[in-house]
Each structure stands twice: as structure tokens, then as C-alpha cells.
């Protein structure tokens, strides 16, 4: 049973925040989402405990197009950035604010970013296209991330000191629009850089949260030096570059880890 611990306590923290909302905010909703959530990303670790080849894409598409659906499109919430400066300005503790707080905020203290590896319906679709290890060297452009951030920040700020009417509806045009943007570069940017994650590396404002409490991450790739033979290539295949070799919290983009496990599927030596 011990190679199944990592997905049991997954979905036991998620199945803890679902029952923890619905009792605090009298709220029948939370249970479901968050418990949908947590069993669609236990399944993705288990079936890739299982060897499925497919594994992190079942989780990435059952929550990503969940959020993105079923959320945005069908209830009309804004789960992006926007969405969460809107409920926080509001002074609303659901939705976008929660959302944030549990995967993109707090979370990340415990599974790092693992949200971009499994959940997050941008990455879903870049995910789809060839350069799936980036084929070209690393760009010294990710301070595009902070603009990006800020232009979401002085847009809704904006809304409310011009005490624009109607906002709801704007931060529902707004979500599409954004996604439709963020889609249209990430893929732009994937074939320019030959790289998949490219949109991720340089442009999503999320990593403004996401880098600093993936820091402290608790769920972490981790090495055996005992058995690691500098082979390389765990490095090769990883989408985010990180050099997964060193168990220092200062190692190589240490704070990208998606925690994707490709290194470990390549690792010859089970050393990671």
C-alpha cells in the first residue's frame, strides 16, 4: 500500500478543504467541487502508478475542462486572475478567491505547482502541441510574467474606481477573452520557442503566487544519490528544465516543477 500513499493523501486534503467550505460557508457546492477535484488528480497519480501512459493528461483534462466548462463557460465565473482581484476587492470568500487560496496560494506550501501539471486548462491545451521538451535555450524574458500581472491588477482596479456598472458581466466577457488570448499566444509562443511551456515560463501572471510558495513546497522531487548515475536524463525530458539531481531547495528552476514525474519514468536507475 505504500505506493499508493501520494494519491491517498491527495485526495485527502482536498477531501478535508471540500467538507471544511461546506460546513464554514453553508455551501453544498464546495463538497462537490472540491471533491471532484481531489479524485480527478488522485486518479491521474494513480493510474500513473499504474504505468498508464496517459496519466497526467486524464487529471489535466477531467479538472482543466471542468474549470474551464463548467465553471466559466456554464456558471460564468471568472476563475482567472481577474476573477480573483474581483471577489477580493468585493470582500466574497468564494469562487475565484477560493480557488486561488487553495490551489495557487496555500496549496503550493504542500504540492508545489503541481496545478500547472495537472489542473490548469491553459497548460491543457499547450500540452497537446509537438515541443513537449524544450528544444531551444532558455529565454531571459520571464519579467513579462510581472507586466502581465500588473495589467490584470490595473484593469479591475480601474472598473472599480470608475464605478463601472455591471461588472459580472465583464468579468464573464473578460474570462473569455482571456482565454482566447492566453491560448492564442501560449501557442504562438510554443512554436516561436519550440517549446511547449513556454507561455508558462514567460508569461502567466499565476507564477507570480505559485514561484514563492513552491519554494517551500513539501511534495518534492526528490534524488538517491546512492543510485543516480549522471546519466542525464531526467533533465532531458523535463518540460521545465529543472535539474532534479540536486535535493537543494536552491537546485535549477526548482520552482517550476509541474511535478509531471517525467523524470522519474526516465530515471534508469529508479533514483528518483
Not at 58 to 63: C, E, K, M, Y
Not at 70 to 77: A, D, R, V
Not at 147 to 155: D, E, K, Q
Request: charged residues 15%.
Amino acid at each position: 500500500m505504500k505506493k499508493y500513499f501520494l494519491p491517498l493523501i491527495m485526495l485527502a486534503i482536498f477531501e478535508t478543504v471540500a467538507i471544511s467550505l461546506w460546513l464554514t460557508q453553508n455551501n453544498i457546492f464546495y463538497l462537490f467541487n472540491f471533491n471532484y477535484i481531489g479524485i480527478s488528480i488522485s486518479l491521474g497519480i494513480f493510474l500513473f502508478i499504474k504505468k498508464y501512459k496517459y496519466a497526467r493528461r486524464v487529471a489535466q483534462l477531467l479538472v482543466g475542462l471542468y474549470m474551464l466548462v463548467y465553471l466559466g463557460f456554464i456558471c460564468g465565473e471568472n476563475m482567472q486572475i481577474e476573477g480573483f482581484w474581483y471577489y477580493l476587492f468585493t470582500g466574497v470568500f468564494e469562487a475565484a478567491t477560493i480557488h486561488y487560496a487553495v490551489a495557487k496560494i496555500f496549496g503550493p506550501l504542500i504540492f508545489g505547482r503541481g496545478w500547472c501539471g495537472y489542473a490548469c486548462w491553459t497548460a491543457m491545451v499547450l500540452d497537446f502541441l509537438p515541443y513537449k521538451v524544450p528544444e531551444t535555450p532558455r529565454k531571459r524574458i520571464g519579467w513579462i510574467r510581472y507586466i502581465t500581472f500588473a495589467i490584470s491588477l490595473i484593469f479591475v482596479s480601474a472598473l472599480f474606481l470608475a464605478h463601472v456598472g455591471n461588472i459580472e458581466k465583464i468579468m464573464f466577457w473578460a474570462f473569455i477573452i482571456g482565454n482566447v488570448i492566453y491560448y492564442a499566444v501560449g501557442i504562438i509562443l510554443a512554436f516561436a520557442f519550440k517549446d511547449n511551456r513556454a507561455f508558462c515560463k514567460y508569461i502567466c501572471p499565476i507564477t507570480i503566487f505559485l514561484k514563492p510558495m513552491s519554494y517551500f513546497s513539501l511534495l518534492r522531487i526528490r534524488c538517491d544519490k546512492n543510485k543516480c548515475i549522471s546519466c542525464g536524463k531526467c533533465k532531458n525530458v523535463c518540460p521545465m528544465e529543472v535539474d532534479v539531481t540536486d535535493n537543494s531547495r536552491k537546485r535549477k528552476n526548482g520552482t517550476e516543477c509541474i511535478l509531471c514525474f517525467e523524470c522519474v519514468k526516465n530515471c534508469p536507475k529508479d533514483a528518483l
